[in-house]
């Protein structure tokens, strides 16, 4: 018996070290569309939110300044511990579980803000209102670090369920990426829809508007998705239990290595590879980190001539263009998704990861540069038409369309990225969390240098957002060509573990 137990032990542990069926993958990546509808949420809600609560439109970046400084600090940690988790219930699963519950807590938070800032003696007309500033806050705070606790975990999931073959790798990034389109599709379609308060009629009150109401009930269904798919996957797919690898009593000491120590040593001894993915890496996301904290503002301000602290007409203005441009993103999200199921076929077409990763860069900086001339156009509309006629059908057809134009190089964005990670860093050593980690930081530093810099450099051209566009459609337009020119190309289907491409 005890013979047959050991063989049965050891077929499972020979499962693990194998490629996993794409079912199990697909079930794990689907994590991402509850994580994402969240996402989505913040990105295309919250920053018009904030500002309604009385944060000036230059300050507002600064909120989310702990997005970034989260994902810097809370990211590497959890996916040097994931690597080590010694848990029953395997490394991974345990953070994921974890980062759900905070979700749900931060979303409670996010949505009674105004009313426990009611409570605590607020005045409703009176703006700032700094006590739901400060409950707001809080809970933002904990839901950054919440996905972040999420993601890196799901990422390495796939990573291990892939078993080191390259392209197992890049299917399930691109899988994982899919299903982030479809958490985009479900949240801008929520926040698009200016009724959806009626379903939770509770969630309207004396300190919560109809447009807060409506925020309120969008945070309801995000939390509602994430737990069911988290919960299913869990189940489902069964995670690696870890044990660390035997030592001699006198050789611990000098094998433990400090997390710290550990990150600070994998920057020490990277190879040219993985420096020039995190340099391409950072300056796509100072392109696209402007775009995505502002492109619900730009609609409402600069194509709609909304303004979220004018009269009572211009805040109409500027919440019509708020949630035109959440479907606008919604838009964005579809061409995501069909973007994300093509991106293996279409980078064999074009030449490899990397050549495709520099074409929409390009189709980037384009896009980005393109909101000047919108900008323009809306605003020659109305000195026509009157400040209060918000744009002509033709512009606000052509914004939208912008959003979903960019919608491709969205696609490349949330995989390309992190398989040549993983295929970069394969013999580190290091782990797959730790390297995704590593990578990470490369996307949260760009975010910190624009959360602090954004508000403060459109304000000194005058304010509005156009100028961050520009700055990120410049950054674009450098990616892509460092994408052509310096950045390796792996191999194409060989495992993983063959492309010793990464750190040593």
């Keep these: 018996a005890k013979d047959t137990a050991a063989l049965e032990t050891q077929s499972i542990e020979e499962d693990f070290d194998q490629p996993s069926p794409l079912r199990k993958i697909i079930s794990v990546a689907s994590i991402a569309a509850g994580v994402q509808f969240g996402w989505a949420l913040q990105l295309s809600l919250l920053t018009p939110y904030v500002q309604l609560l009385g944060i000036p439109h230059k300050w507002s970046s600064l909120i989310w300044l702990c997005g970034p400084i989260s994902g810097m600090i809370v990211q590497p940690i959890v996916g040097y511990y994931s690597d080590r988790c010694t ?26 803000a105004a009313d426990i800032g009611y409570k605590m003696g607020d005045k409703l007309e009176q703006t700032p209102r700094v006590r739901a500033i ?37 299917v399930a990034n691109a899988v994982f990426s899919f299903f982030m389109a479809v958490g985009n599709v479900l949240g801008y379609a929520a926040g698009s829809y200016t009724n959806l308060h009626k379903m939770f009629p509770f969630a309207m009150t004396n300190a919560c508007d109809i447009y807060c109401a409506n ?139 990397k050549r495709l990763w520099g074409i929409v860069n390009f189709i980037l900086a384009v896009g980005l540069a ?55 860093s394969s013999s580190s050593g290091a782990g797959q969390g730790l390297s995704l980690g590593v990578l990470n930081l490369a996307i949260v530093i760009p975010q910190m240098i624009v ?23 410049i950054a674009a337009a450098i990616s892509g060509v460092l994408a052509f020119t310096v950045l390796p190309s792996p191999p194409p289907d060989a495992p993983a573990s063959s492309g010793a491409m990464g750190f040593h």
């Design 87 to 112: 848990s029953r219930f395997g490394r991974r699963r345990p953070f994921i579980a974890s980062g759900a519950a905070l979700v749900a807590v931060a979303v409670f938070l996010i949505g009674y």
């Design 215 to 353: 925020l309120k009930s969008c945070f309801f269904l995000s939390i509602t998705l994430l737990l069911i798919v988290t919960v299913t996957s869990l189940w489902y797919v069964k995670d690696k239990q870890w044990s660390p690898p035997p030592v001699n009593p006198g050789e611990e000491k000098t094998k433990t290595v400090p997390f710290f120590g550990e990150i600070f040593g994998a920057f020490k001894v990277m190879e040219r590879p993985m420096w020039m993915l995190l340099i391409v890496t950072a300056l796509n996301w100072i392109a696209w980190f402007p775009f995505l904290l502002f492109d619900t503002d730009w609609m409402g301000r600069e194509v709609y001539g909304g303004s979220s602290q004018g009269d009572d007409r211009m805040k109409k203005l500027y919440n019509e263009g708020v949630h035109s441009g959440a479907l606008g993103l919604m838009f964005n999200s579809i061409v995501l998704g069909f973007m994300s199921l093509g991106v293996e076929w279409i980078g064999r077409k074009v030449g490899g990861a």
């Design 370 to 424: 393109m909101t000047v001339l919108v900008t323009k156009l809306a605003a020659d509309y109305r000195k026509i038409a009157g400040p209060y006629a918000g744009p002509s059908p033709g512009i606000r057809a052509g914004a939208l369309s912008l959003f979903a134009v960019l919608g491709i190089p969205l696609a490349i964005t949330f995989s390309i990225p992190f398989a040549l990670a993983s295929i970069f």
């Design 451 to 473: 959360s602090l810099g954004g508000g403060p450099f459109d304000a000194l051209f005058g304010g509005g957002n156009l100028p961050a566009f520009i700055l990120g459609a």
């Design 134 to 170: 400060g409950v707001f806050a809080l809970g933002f705070w904990i839901l950054d670090v919440a996905n972040n606790t999420l993601q890196g975990p799901c990422r390495a999931f796939l990573a291990d369920l892939a078993a080191g073959d390259a392209k197992r790798t890049r």
